[in-house]
């Protein structure tokens, strides 16, 4: 429109990937429910039990994957609004993840993320469950010296990630108090968030 002032509009993905890995860790309840209320007593019931902890793995996949898409997408948000585009292009960008919440937060606040505490440490841990997943290789196992996380995303692990979001985040809005949290809290009340 000639004359009207051009506004810009910042387009970001970490609510709508929380909204994806909160509504998948639901959907991995409601499962974990559905399996558990049918005992294994007969050949179908087995059947079913193998079926709905396939549904469980794919959906615990998602929500963990995009728990890690949240807080990536987070830290890339808060450094180009801190900083720009084309500093955190040029400097920034190309840090691996974890790296990014110690160093951005560092530049930022001029404090770090405890590396002793347990949000750190949960962070790792989702970032090393995510590269298996996204970066995967086929490898050979003996049966005897296969554990339940060499195959398998749990329910455990995806409420894990949910909670790492959570925790990441709480402890940045400690350290940088214009932080705000409540689109989290938006995206679990609101289905369309």
Same mark, same amino acid.
């Given at each position: 429109?000639?004359?009207?002032?051009?506004?810009?509009?910042?387009? =970001?993905?970490?609510?709508?990937?929380?909204?994806?890995?909160?509504?998948?860790?639901?959907?991995?309840?409601?499962?974990?429910?559905?399996?558990?209320?049918?005992?294994? @007593?007969?050949?179908?019931?087995?059947?079913?039990?193998?079926?709905?902890? =396939?549904?469980?793995?794919?959906? =615990?996949?998602?929500?963990?994957?995009?728990?890690?898409?949240?807080?990536?997408?987070?830290?890339?948000?808060?450094?180009?609004?801190?900083?720009?585009?084309?500093?955190?292009?040029?400097?920034?960008?190309?840090?691996?993840?974890?790296?990014? /919440?110690?160093?951005?937060?560092?530049?930022?606040?001029?404090?770090?993320?405890?590396?002793?505490?347990?949000?750190?440490?949960?962070?790792?841990?989702?970032?090393?469950?995510?590269?298996?997943?996204?970066?995967?290789?086929?490898?050979?196992? @003996?049966?005897?010296?296969?554990?339940?996380?060499?195959? /398998?995303?749990?329910?455990?692990?995806?409420?894990?990630?949910?909670?790492?979001?959570? =925790?990441?985040? @709480?402890?940045?809005?400690?350290?940088?108090?214009?932080?705000?949290?409540? /689109?989290?809290?938006?995206? @679990?009340?609101?289905?369309?968030?």
């Amino acid at each position: 429109m000639i004359g009207q002032p051009d506004h810009e509009i910042t387009f =970001a993905n970490h609510e709508t990937f929380f909204a994806i890995a909160y509504h998948h860790h639901e959907f991995v309840k409601h499962l974990v429910k559905e399996r558990d209320a049918r005992p294994a @007593k007969y050949d179908r019931d087995v059947d079913f039990h193998c079926v709905k902890n =396939a549904e469980i793995q794919r959906a =615990a996949m998602v929500s963990l994957i995009f728990s890690a898409l949240t807080l990536e997408a987070f830290v890339n948000n808060y450094a180009i609004e801190r900083f720009s585009r084309s500093y955190f292009d040029n400097h920034l960008d190309k840090l691996p993840t974890i790296s990014k /919440w110690i160093v951005i937060l560092k530049l930022v606040t001029g404090k770090e993320l405890n590396s002793g505490a347990q949000p750190y440490g949960c962070l790792k841990r989702l970032f090393k469950r995510r590269d298996r997943l996204v970066h995967y290789k086929t490898r050979k196992k @003996k049966l005897s010296e296969m554990y339940e996380e060499d195959i /398998w995303v749990t329910e455990e692990q995806s409420a894990e990630a949910l909670a790492t979001v959570e =925790a990441i985040l @709480k402890e940045l809005s400690s350290i940088d108090r214009s932080v705000s949290m409540e /689109w989290l809290e938006e995206v @679990k009340t609101n289905p369309y968030a």
